[in-house]
T-cell receptor, first 108, second 114 residues
Framework: EDQVTQSPEALRLQEGESSSLNCSYT??????LFWYRQDPGKGPEFLFT???AGEEKEKERLKATLTKKESFLHITAPKPEDSATYLC?????????FGAGTTVTVRA | KAGVTQTPRYLIKTRGQQVTLSCSPI?????VSWYQQTPGQGLQFLFE???????NKGNFPGRFSGRQFSNSRSEMNVSTLELGDSALYLC?????????????FGPGTRLTVL
C-alpha cells in the first residue's frame, strides 16, 4: 500500500533557527512529490512539485529536495509567518497520497 | 482571479441523513478532486473528476459519490451519514489531472454528523 510518512509531527522554532522537515514515501510508480502548506481554517496551498531524485526547488526561505526514498523541506531563517502545517504528498497513476503533516510554530 | 469556492461552509446533519456538497473550480480548470480531512486520518483522497468523468476513486464506501457538470462545477454526495463522516471536506481544482499538477484548494465544508 502506498504510504507517506512525515516527521516530526510538530516543530517549534525560534525566529531565525533553520531546520528541516522529513517526508518518507513508499509510493509505487511515483510520478511526483508535492509539498503544500496549510494554515488553520484554510485549504492547503501549493508550494513545490519534485519529479526526480536529485531535484531541488526553492521559494523564499523554503527549499525542497528529493531522493529515491525521502524528501526534505528546509526552512532557512524562519519567520513567524512561516508557522503552518506542511504537507507532503506522493502521486502515481491512481491517486495523490498525503502524509499527516508537520506543524511548524515559529516564535518571535 | 476568483479562487475555488465551496458551499456550504458548515453543515450539521444527523445519522442516516444524506448531504450534498458543492464546489466551483477556478475558471478554466477542468479537474476537480475531493478530499476528506480528519485529525486522525489526515487528508484522504475521495475521487477526481476530469471533463465530467470520474478518473480515480479512493478507498471509500459507495455511500460517497460525486459528479461533475459541463461547466466543471462538481458536487459530492454522502448518503446514510455515519458519525465517522464528520470531517472537513476539501475540493481542489487544477488545469490538468489533479494528481499530476498543482492543485488549488477551496476553504472546505465542515460537516458535523450528530
Amino acid at each position: 500500500e502506498d504510504q507517506v510518512t512525515q516527521s516530526p509531527e510538530a516543530l517549534r522554532l525560534q525566529e531565525g533557527e533553520s531546520s528541516s522537515l522529513n517526508c518518507s514515501y513508499t509510493v509505487s510508480g511515483l510520478r511526483g512529490l508535492f509539498w503544500y502548506r496549510q494554515d488553520p481554517g484554510k485549504g492547503p496551498e501549493f508550494l513545490f512539485t519534485l519529479y526526480s531524485a536529485g531535484e531541488e526547488k526553492e521559494k523564499e526561505r523554503l527549499k525542497a529536495t528529493l531522493t529515491k526514498k525521502e524528501s526534505f523541506l528546509h526552512i532557512t531563517a524562519p519567520k513567524p509567518e512561516d508557522s503552518a502545517t506542511y504537507l507532503c504528498a506522493g502521486s502515481n497513476d491512481y491517486k495523490l497520497s498525503f502524509g499527516a503533516g508537520t506543524t511548524v510554530t515559529v516564535r518571535a | 482571479k476568483a479562487g475555488v469556492t465551496q458551499t456550504p461552509r458548515y453543515l450539521i446533519k444527523t445519522r442516516g441523513q444524506q448531504v450534498t456538497l458543492s464546489c466551483s473550480p477556478i475558471s478554466g480548470h477542468r479537474s476537480v478532486s475531493w478530499y476528506q480531512q480528519t485529525p486522525g486520518q489526515g487528508l484522504q483522497f475521495l475521487f477526481e473528476y476530469f471533463s465530467e468523468t470520474q478518473r480515480n476513486k479512493g478507498n471509500f464506501p459507495g455511500r460517497f459519490s460525486g459528479r461533475q457538470f459541463s461547466n466543471s462545477r462538481s458536487e459530492m454526495n454522502v448518503s446514510t451519514l455515519e458519525l465517522g463522516d464528520s470531517a472537513l471536506y476539501l475540493c481542489a481544482s487544477s488545469k490538468g489531472q489533479g494528481r499530476f499538477n498543482e492543485q488549488f484548494f477551496g476553504p472546505g465544508t465542515r460537516l458535523t454528523v450528530l
